[in-house]
């Protein structure tokens, strides 16, 4: 087995969930893991992949594909894969690397299974465990043919970070004009301190709070902890915190290490944007509140004395 791992970048920096790809390719035995990255990218950004398991990494430096052009990097993923043998592409399960994944497989003629939860069992085949049904159930799934490729769901294994640096090659992908016939002329992104999508520790808060004047307290707790803030979709949809904040079904899904919801019931649409999480703490007066059954530790309590008192004690520890 050969593996090449697709490495998303954002500022010139390489995403937290591409070094969890790399370090699951590391894991899977297999030799040699080569990462490949397209546009301008800080050097060291590079090497540290090998702190995650990568033993070399081809760099596609052109300056147009700085900004996530999906038709280009599935070209030239593809042609790194042909060229050089490789027959299993590893990525993180994301809304780039979604796209990217399905241009591969037909590119390449691989099995592609999304959204893949361990490493996979090669005793009788190649058969991965992937969550399906917003995290309720998990499908085993065997991949047949030469080549395959695997999204990772996120924290499907832990980071390496004992690794030494990656030997870094430049790689002259062959990539059509063609693919560089749309050409991104604005973008919007969310801003904060630490990104829903990338965080490791995501703190949210409901109705509970009573009104949006109250959630310093929330964004207080989430710096104390190096955390994300996020809402309830009922407080996006009135209006006290922006609609890119609303976690859940219809909203961002996260799969942080840690979620803590701070006075939300626990809806089962939001449950199935945050049941992924690895530890889930709920604080909430209601001990009836539904959300206590999916979690993992709970505070039955007034979040306007809980909350305080646990953001004292979490900058008193620091």
């Known amino acids: 087995m ?3 791992v697709f490495v998303e970048t954002d500022e010139q920096k390489v995403r937290k969930s591409s070094v969890e790809a790399v370090s699951y ?5 297999a ?4 990462a490949i990255t397209f546009g301008e990218i800080e050097a060291s950004e590079l090497t540290a992949l090998g702190k995650g398991g990568a033993g070399k990494v081809l760099h596609v430096g052109d300056a147009r594909l700085n900004d996530g052009n999906i038709q280009a990097y599935a070209s030239g993923i593809a042609g790194a894969m042909n060229a ?21 497989a037909i590119k390449t003629n691989a099995s592609l299974a999304s959204n893949v939860a361990s490493l996979p069992d090669t005793s009788n085949g190649f058969v991965v465990k992937r969550s399906i049904y917003t995290g309720k159930a998990f499908a085993d799934v065997e991949l047949k043919g030469d080549k395959r490729i695997l999204a990772i769901k996120k924290n ?6 004992d690794g030494a640096d990656a030997a870094v090659e430049a790689f002259a992908a062959d990539i059509p004009d063609s693919d ?4 991104k002329l604005s973008e919007e992104k969310a801003t904060g301190d630490v990104l829903l999508p990338e965080a490791d520790v995501v703190v949210s808060g409901g109705r509970g709070l009573k009104g949006p004047e109250h ?7 989430a710096k104390s902890l190096g955390a994300a803030t996020g809402c309830s979709k009922p407080v996006s949809d009135i209006g006290w915190r922006p609609h890119h904040e609303h976690v859940g079904q219809t909203g961002v899904k996260v799969s942080p290490t840690l979620y803590v919801a701070i006075g939300i019931s626990g809806a089962i649409q939001h449950l199935a944007g945050v049941n992924s999480s690895k530890y889930i703490v709920v604080v909430n007066k209601d001990a009836e509140a539904p959300f206590f059954k999916a979690a993992d530790y709970g505070i039955v309590g007034d979040a306007f004395e809980v909350i305080p008192k646990l953001t004292e004690a979490l900058k008193g520890a620091n």
Do not use: Q
Not at 25 to 29: D, K, R
Not at 31 to 34: A, C, H, M, N, R
Not at 84 to 104: C, E, I, M, P, W
């Open 31 to 34: 030799g040699e893991v080569t």
């Open 180 to 183: 560089f016939g749309v050409k």
């Open 2 to 4: 050969s593996i090449l």
């Open 25 to 29: 390719a590391a894991a899977m035995n």
């Open 215 to 221: 959630w310093g307290m929330i964004e207080d707790l």
């Open 84 to 104: 050089n043998g490789y027959d299993t592409l590893v990525l993180a399960k994301s809304s780039l690397g979604d796209a990217v994944a399905a241009r591969v």
């Open 156 to 161: 499907a294994v832990e980071i390496k970070e």
